[in-house]
């Protein structure tokens, strides 16, 4: 069974840094499309980057702001989210996505930014 685990959220405020990170228990990690979504309150989820095969997709709201990297050594995956704005505030859930089979979320992580 393939499990997807967040860490690193908390309260920040506006201006501040936070990383996040995702750990996937998986054998075949590296084969994995990997990306970070968000859901704001009464919000739609929505993509706000992505990582495969070394290439980055973000959304135009955090570009410039955020930066997605993995390492497969590690199953892990981070999201570098700088110069935080209110407008960040989401629970922030990483996917992992091979197949539409082996397609996994996890639980979430909330991010707060408030002063």
């Known amino acids: 069974q393939v499990q997807v685990a967040e860490s690193g959220g908390g309260l920040v405020q506006p201006g501040g840094s936070l990383r996040l990170s995702c750990t996937v228990t998986t054998n075949i990690f590296d084969v994995y499309n990997m990306g970070w979504y968000r859901q704001g309150l009464g919000k739609s989820r929505e993509m706000v980057a992505r990582i495969s095969s070394g290439t980055t997709t973000y959304a135009d709201s955090v570009k410039g702001r955020f930066s997605i990297s993995r390492d497969n050594a590690k199953n892990t995956v981070y999201l570098q989210m700088n110069n935080l704005k209110p407008e960040d505030t989401a629970v922030y859930y990483c996917?992992?996505?091979?197949?539409?089979?082996?397609?996994?979320w996890g639980q979430g992580t909330q991010v707060t930014v408030s002063s």
């Open positions: 996917n992992a996505y091979y197949t539409d089979v082996l397609d996994f």
